[in-house]
T-cell receptor, first 117, second 114 residues
Framework: AQTVTQSQPEMSVQEAETVTLSCTYD???????LFWYKQPPSRQMILVIR??????QNATENRFSVNFQKAAKSFSLKISDSQLGDAAMYFC??????????????FGKGITLSVRP | EAQVTQNPRYLITVTGKKLTVTCSQN?????MSWYRQDPGLGLRQIYY???????DKGDVPEGYKVSRKEKRNFPLILESPSPNQTSLYFCASARTSTRPGELFFGEGSRLTVL
């Protein structure tokens, strides 16, 4: 079974600075997806960024980028130029790419990010 | 607008009183699923459905039932709720006909069982 580990329960960053959130995972599969979801106080689950395992290039979405290390099974999220609106809980998640299988997202426990003005 | 709609958003009930949380999606997605979120545990899958009349257990199915009679709807049923089912619940949907993409989540339903 796949597992996702987020070992830091909380982090803090100064506004306009850069912060990196860590995530490791364990799987025996070679084809999968990795995601970072943001959950603000509104509780809505918002997809921040996704990475396909077969792509070597790290995904980027504006101020958000990932460092995907497949051999190390590491998937960290970097937030540049942090803004007050980035304060939220962030979840790392894994999903198998096998078509027809239970397309379950396996989540880490989450990390609470606070942004200091 | 593409969306997953859950109702109710908030509910306080008492032990043993049957309740249903509805979930509806307008994207013609085959796959639908329910998750519960608890502090320190992240989100865990309760049940999922690959298509109409095809449901199966996730990681924490005890105390829950689901049905999938129509493609768009996937209600979560708590036949006899207990306090340990107090949680934040999310419904999600996705396509399965092509390579899996991200799940689309509803806005969550906060359930309190007294």
């Amino acid at each position: 079974a796949q597992t996702v580990t987020q070992s830091q329960p909380e982090m803090s960053v100064q506004e306009a600075e850069t912060v990196t959130l860590s995530c490791t995972y364990d799987t025996s599969e070679s084809d999968y997806y990795l995601f970072w979801y943001k959950q603000p106080p509104s509780r809505q689950m918002i997809l921040v960024i996704r990475q396909e395992a077969y792509k070597q290039q790290n995904a980027t979405e504006n101020r958000f980028s990932v460092n995907f290390q497949k051999a190390a099974k590491s998937f960290s999220l970097k937030i540049s130029d942090s803004q007050l609106g980035d304060a939220a809980m962030y979840f790392c998640a894994y999903r198998s790419a096998l078509g027809g299988a239970n397309s379950k997202l396996t989540f880490g426990k989450g990390i609470t990010l606070s942004v200091r003005p | 607008e593409a969306q997953v709609t859950q109702n109710p958003r908030y509910l306080i009930t008492v032990t043993g009183k049957k309740l249903t949380v509805t979930c509806s999606q307008n994207m013609n997605h085959e796959y639908m699923s329910w998750y519960r979120q608890d502090p320190g545990l992240g989100l865990r899958q309760i049940y999922y459905s690959m298509n109409v009349e095809a449901t199966d257990k996730g990681d924490v199915p005890e105390g829950y039932k689901v049905s999938r009679k129509e493609k768009r709807n996937f209600p979560l049923i708590l036949e006899s709720p207990s306090p340990n089912q107090t949680s934040l619940y999310f419904c999600a949907s996705a396509r399965t006909s092509t390579r899996p993409g991200e799940l689309f989540f509803g806005e969550g339903s906060r359930l309190t069982v007294l």
